[in-house]
């Protein structure tokens, strides 16, 4: 009988982080995680499979999910690989826009920060878009090609799920994985530089 979940009503990074628990823990076989919101099964998901979990998921009704997962069906992420240039930068964006005083310039600017990213080359490894930042990883946003170039030549971008909830975009994030507190803070201490904006 696979160990349960029930992670509804959970703020993040409530269900990624009782996942943690259970998985440290136990190390169960299988899991079978509930819970209430399309980031938290986004988010759920990817934990589960980076620690070895096939996941499936299932759509009781009403945004809950029932997340199956099940122990050495996928394989476990190897870390990532600390770049010989120089470390790995972590750039940690809080807005959509570059500075205070005329929204305007400050979206121009941002459009110009991002596509001079690439110049950190190796380097650069992780985006992580939080608060009005996520807005840089919707439709029509743009930047959103520089960010997809940025992520198909393998810099990883983590898009913060509750951010894009509390702005009602969640459905419409084209670049990115959907993330959580937990990946944030470990992204942000594992980075051996982090360039804010």
Do not use: H
């Amino acid at each position: 009988m696979p160990t349960s979940l029930d992670c509804r009503g959970l703020a993040c990074p409530g269900p990624v982080l009782r996942c943690k628990e259970c998985v440290e823990k136990d190390a169960p076989d299988t899991i079978a995680v509930t819970v209430d919101n399309e980031a938290a099964r986004e988010n759920v998901t990817r934990f589960l499979t980076m620690r070895g979990y096939a996941v499936t998921a299932a759509e009781a009704g009403d945004g809950v999910y029932t997340l199956t997962a099940a122990a050495g069906a996928a394989p476990v992420a190897a870390p990532a690989a600390k770049a010989e240039t120089g470390g790995r930068t972590v750039v940690f964006i809080t807005a959509d826009v570059i500075g205070r005083g005329d929204d305007t310039l400050g979206a121009k600017l941002m459009v110009n920060f991002v596509g001079t990213l690439p110049e950190l080359g190796e380097r650069l490894w992780r985006i992580i878009l939080v608060n009005g930042g996520v807005r840089l990883a919707v439709a029509g946003n743009p930047v959103i090609d520089k960010l997809r170039a940025l992520e198909q030549a393998g810099v990883s971008i983590l898009v913060c799920g509750t951010c894009l909830d509390f702005y009602g975009i969640l459905d419409k994030k084209e670049v990115g994985q959907t993330t959580n507190m937990l990946d944030v803070v470990t992204s942000l201490d594992l980075a051996d530089k982090i360039v804010q904006i």
